[in-house]
């Protein structure tokens, strides 16, 4: 059974820097691209950044780049998004995502929320 567990959110200050978690299970983590999508209140879930299974490819949303990065241990089954110079914008419900046998797959999520 697929399990992706996001850990890491929280309240941190405008400027501030966060690092993301999900730890995954159930599939072949090292053969996986994964991607972190957020949504905040009142907007449709929108795709952060994505990271082949070697690590080797990323993509980020224009919002993101040259703040965030994606990261991944295939030896911990686990992704990673660091998040720096946070932005109040930046406010939303954080997603670990993987689609798997054609379906996808979403964690809980976690929350971050950037404010003075």
Known sequence: QV???????????PGGSLRLSCAASGFTFSRSAMSWY????????ELVATISST????????????????????????VYLQMNSLKPEDTAVYY??????????????????VSS
């Not at 690590?55 to 949303?61: L, M, V």
Request: aromatic share 12%; net charge positive; with cysteine.
């Open 3 to 13: 399990q992706l567990v996001e850990s890491g959110g929280g309240l941190v200050q």
């Open 55 to 78: 690590g080797g490819f990323t993509t980020y949303a224009d919002s993101v780049k040259g703040r965030f990065t994606i990261s991944r241990d295939n030896a911990w089954n686990t």
């Open 38 to 45: 957020r949504q905040a209140p009142g907007k449709e879930r």
């Open 96 to 113: 670990c995502y993987l689609r798997y046998a054609g379906m996808p797959r979403w964690g809980k999520g976690t929350l971050v929320t």
